[in-house]
């Protein structure tokens, strides 16, 4: 398989996409907003063990 046929292979599969990868029941505010506060906890939890400061 050269690089060539294989880009080609590639973008067709990319081009067949119809729906974008994009679930019905996932809200992008809801998913953001849920990624947001773990990486608040996981910050939060972080300042808490670093005591040395």
Known sequence: ???HSTAAQL???AAE????G???SL???V???AAFLILLLLLWITT??????
């Not at 808490?48 to 400061?53: G, I, K, L, S, Y």
């Open 11 to 13: 973008a067709t599969l």
């Open 22 to 24: 994009n679930h019905e």
């Open 1 to 3: 398989m050269s690089f």
């Open 31 to 33: 998913t953001g907003g």
């Open 27 to 29: 809200d992008p505010l």
């Open 48 to 53: 808490r063990f670093n005591r040395d400061r």
């Open 17 to 20: 996409g119809e729906h974008g």
